[in-house]
């Protein structure tokens, strides 16, 4: 049975996912996150500092997918800087110091942000753009797991996830500040 994490664990997608994988027999689900759960597989823990104490969920564990992170687009350098990148290179050292083999890095579209009002193709190469702090703080996530993935051999895929919504009857609109994106 192999043991995966789930950061975000309570939140949007990582609820969705924890919930999803959480009925393979096959898996070990585990759950990290700084809300309260009444499932005790979801760790509580503050992954903008370090501390062993949520750390050791990644003990044993084959895969992480970190989701947690301020998913608000227009968020602010003071809390972009310790919830999505000093919570993500926390993750990313207690995944390297207990030996994770697969790690899943949420991104986002904001990465390539700059291009929304062009017409430009987007392809696999093309040049980073990102327009706002969290555009930014994903690009520097993606940094992160070449980084990991190069020093501790760790496989990272960084996901650039779109747009998710709860809101608007999961409908794309003008509410979703992305020109063509969200049309």
């Not at 759950?31 to 992954?47: E, F, K, T, V, W």
């Not at 501790?152 to 608007?168: E, P």
Request: proline share 4%; net charge negative; aromatic share 12%.
């Amino acid at each position: 049975m192999k043991k995966i994490v789930i950061t975000g664990a309570t939140g949007h997608l990582g609820n969705k996912l924890y919930e999803y994988l959480s009925q393979n027999d096959q898996l070990d689900v585990w759950g990290l996150d700084i809300r309260p759960s009444d499932d005790p597989q979801i760790i509580i823990g503050d992954i903008t500092q370090y501390d062993d104490a949520w750390a050791d969920v990644f003990a044993d564990c084959y895969g992480v997918v970190h989701l947690a992170a301020d998913r608000d687009n227009q968020c602010n350098w003071d809390s972009a800087i310790p919830n999505n990148i000093d919570a993500t290179i926390n993750v990313f050292q207690a995944a390297a110091k207990h030996g994770v083999k697969r790690f899943v890095f949420a991104s986002s579209n904001w990465v390539v942000g700059g291009y929304r009002f062009i017409d430009a193709r987007l392809t696999p190469d093309i040049l980073p753009n990102p327009v706002n702090p969290y555009g930014v703080t994903k690009l520097v996530g993606e940094r992160m797991g070449n980084f990991f993935s190069e020093q501790y051999d760790m496989s990272v895929v960084s996901a650039r996830i779109g747009w998710t919504q709860w809101t608007h009857d999961n409908q794309p609109g003008a509410h979703m500040e992305m020109g063509r994106w969200g049309n």
